[in-house]
């Protein structure tokens, strides 16, 4: 019986991906502050939630593209099915754990702010979650995995931030799920182009594997032009989130290696820079509305 060591379930956990579960809210709570409504603890478990929910995604992905050998040839960081270092049962088990504590706090989310019908938000996020890559047709396999990335981790992450502490939304909280959620689907783009060889032959028709190489890289640095750019649509009423433009140099190189990369392994490390780039947009996001209010 194999039993993966605590080092190898923290990687198969993929903490990488982590920013993107911390960026929409840390943006959501920042668009409640800016309504005049943050509430730390409720930010607090909406990250909990986020975070809970991230690592069990990823968990419940190493399960079903282990059983099913989707990972036997990957290229990439450890998977724990598909290495044989923890069985598929162990996996499984700790991807529901981790979605069962994601209800439990997402449950006191909702009686703290008294948003009953968001529990059937999060009913959907965690059916989501298991069914990217679970069941007998896992939406992931079929190109629907960028969809889902971008409502789940964008839209619903940060305005349901933002609503359980403001109990409305705003146009910089529009803006900052709209762009999160791209630079989130940025993520899996550039991941599932890393995997276009393997995947199409398994059958896994991801978006990238069905725009081809060439479109899927172009895809990649589309999204994140579309999710700077897309602040100056409030910069009239809230000029300080211009400051979000001040990433651009740092989307440069992430975007100029996918352009180019012939290695499909060169590719890794732009899964955690793009992360970065969607935790460091919330953070300049969240300096442009504090700016924005001492003004």
Not at 58 to 81: H, K, M, Q, W
Not at 83 to 105: D, I, L
Not at 146 to 166: K, S
Not at 179 to 188: D, M, R, S
């Amino acid at each position: 019986m194999s039993v993966a060591t605590t080092a190898q379930w923290v990687e198969g956990a993929r903490l990488r991906t982590l920013p993107m579960a911390m960026a929409p809210v840390i943006a959501g709570s920042a668009a409640a502050a800016g309504l005049g409504a943050f509430h730390p603890v409720r930010a607090l478990l909406a990250l909990v939630v986020a975070l809970l929910l991230q690592i069990g995604v990823n968990y419940a992905n190493d399960y079903s593209d282990g059983i099913r050998g989707t990972d036997d040839a990957r290229v990439g960081p450890l998977r724990l099915v598909g290495s044989g270092a923890a069985t598929p049962g162990a996996v499984k088990r700790a991807a529901f754990g981790c979605f069962g504590a994601a209800m439990v706090a997402g449950l006191l989310l909702v009686v703290l702010s008294g948003t009953w019908w968001l529990l059937l938000v999060g009913a959907a996020s965690v059916v989501a979650a298991w069914y990217y890559t679970g069941g007998s047709r896992p939406y992931g396999y079929h190109g629907l995995g960028e969809v889902f990335v971008f409502v789940f981790f964008g839209l619903v992450a940060t305005l349901g931030t933002t609503y359980t502490q403001a109990l409305t939304v705003s146009g910089p909280a529009i803006v900052a799920a709209v762009a999160t959620g791209l630079i989130a689907t940025a993520l899996l783009m550039v991941n599932n182009i890393r995997d276009i060889p393997t995947d199409s032959a398994v059958g896994k028709r991801t978006l990238a594997v069905r725009l081809g190489d060439r479109a899927a890289r172009g895809t990649y640095v589309g999204m994140l032009a579309v999710a700077l750019l897309l602040v100056v649509v409030v910069v009239p009423a809230h000029p300080w989130l211009l400051v979000v433009l001040l990433l651009a140099p740092v989307c440069v190189p992430p975007c100029r290696r996918v352009l180019t990369a012939t290695d499909r392994a060169a590719l890794i490390p732009v899964l955690r820079q793009t992360g970065i780039i969607n935790l460091a947009y919330s953070l300049l996001f969240t300096l442009g509305i504090v700016l924005d209010l001492a003004g």
